[in-house]
Each structure stands twice: as structure tokens, then as C-alpha cells.
């Protein structure tokens, strides 16, 4: 089993920018894709970005050109940049391990604790 530990959220205002830090332990040799969520309240957790090892990624629509999924193997660590921050960016962010099947990620993994990030306006 993999554990993960989100970092790096906080209360940035519009338009600007943090680094998430996702830390994976465990099973690692287990890990292929990585992928970072999001869930606002009152709305479902969604995808946001993911990354395989292959270098493959995806981004959500709604964070295109603004986000950027990273992962450093050595360290067992993917990140999330965030630029020109929302305040529609606001929500708990998860990374989880994912598989790719059928045109769509699921995710493998218990969730962590998150991390939240707010934007204010």
C-alpha cells in the first residue's frame, strides 16, 4: 500500500501562485501515474492534473496554461505549480496514484489529509 502526504497549501490571493508537494512512501515500486484532485466545497472531488511516468500528462480545461504536474522520481514526490491563481481554485487538494483505462484515471489509493488552498479575491 501507498501512503501520501499533500504539502504546500495556504491563502494566496488572485493571481498568485503556490507549489503543492506530494510526498509518496510505501509500495512505491507499485507507482505509475500520479495524480493531483480537488475538491470544493459542496462540489464532487475532480481531476485536475496527472502525470505518468512516461512523461504523458493531463490537465483539467479549467486549469490549462496555469498549472503545471511535475514528479521527481528519486524523491518519490510529485508537485502541482499553480499560477495566476483563482479564487475558483479554492478547495482540499489530494494526489493519489492512478491508473489510465478507457480514456479516464481512477484513482488507486486510500486519500491523505490534503491540503487546502484559498484564494481570496
Known amino acids: 500500500q501507498v501512503q501520501l502526504v499533500e504539502s504546500g497549501g495556504g491563502l494566496v490571493q488572485a493571481g498568485g501562485s503556490l507549489r503543492l508537494s506530494c510526498a509518496a512512501s510505501?509500495?512505491?515500486?507499485?507507482?505509475?501515474?500520479m495524480a493531483w484532485y480537488r475538491q470544493a466545497p459542496g462540489k464532487q472531488r475532480e481531476l485536475v492534473a496527472a502525470?505518468?511516468?512516461?512523461?504523458?500528462?493531463y490537465y483539467a480545461d479549467s486549469v490549462k496554461e496555469r498549472f503545471t504536474i511535475s514528479r521527481d522520481n528519486a524523491k518519490n514526490t510529485v508537485y502541482l505549480q499553480m499560477l495566476s491563481l483563482k479564487p475558483e481554485d479554492t478547495a482540499v487538494y489530494y494526489c493519489?496514484?492512478?491508473?489510465?483505462?478507457?480514456?479516464?484515471?481512477?484513482?488507486?489509493?486510500?486519500w491523505g489529509q490534503g491540503t487546502q488552498v484559498t484564494v481570496s479575491s
Open positions: 510505501g509500495s512505491i515500486f507499485s507507482i505509475n501515474a
Open positions: 502525470t505518468a511516468t512516461g512523461g504523458t500528462t
Open positions: 493519489n496514484t492512478v491508473t489510465y483505462f478507457s480514456g479516464n484515471y481512477y484513482p488507486m489509493t486510500n
